[in-house]
Nanobody
Framework: QVQLVESGGGLVQAGASLRLSCAALGRTFSDNAMGWFRQAPGKEREFVAA????????YYADSVKGRGTISRDYAKNTVYLQMNSLKPEDTAVYYCAAASARFPSTTPTSYDYWGQGTQVTVSS
């Protein structure tokens, strides 16, 4: 069974940092683009960051550009999202996703596998 398991969320104060992890279980995603999305209460799921299969092509949402860094560890079959200078508006459930394609997309419908999400809450 293929699973994406996120971890690393929590309750932090504004200005703090968090590193979210997404471990892939059941298969390797080394040939696949990976992405992070988030969904705040009452809002649609939105793109955060994505990385290509070789880690060369990377996209960020404008809202996290300069504060977020996506990376992947092929040996651990894990993707990370480092978030710095967190703001209250970053509060959301963060989801990891894997695409069938090698190159990343900013649209959720391009991704075939999704994790259950990890909650990030930033207090002011």
């Amino acid at each position: 069974q293929v699973q994406l398991v996120e971890s690393g969320g929590g309750l932090v104060q504004a200005g703090a940092s968090l590193r979210l992890s997404c471990a892939a279980l059941g298969r390797t995603f080394s040939d696949n683009a990976m992405g992070w999305f988030r969904q705040a209460p009452g809002k649609e799921r939105e793109f955060v960051a994505a990385i290509s299969w070789r880690g060369i092509t990377i996209y960020y949402a404008d809202s996290v550009k300069g504060r977020g860094t996506i990376s992947r560890d092929y040996a651990k079959n894990t993707v990370y999202l480092q978030m710095n200078s967190l703001k209250p508006e970053d509060t959301a459930v963060y989801y990891c996703a894997a695409a069938s394609a090698r190159f990343p997309s900013t649209t959720p419908t391009s991704y075939d596998y999704w994790g259950q999400g990890t909650q990030v809450t930033v207090s002011s």
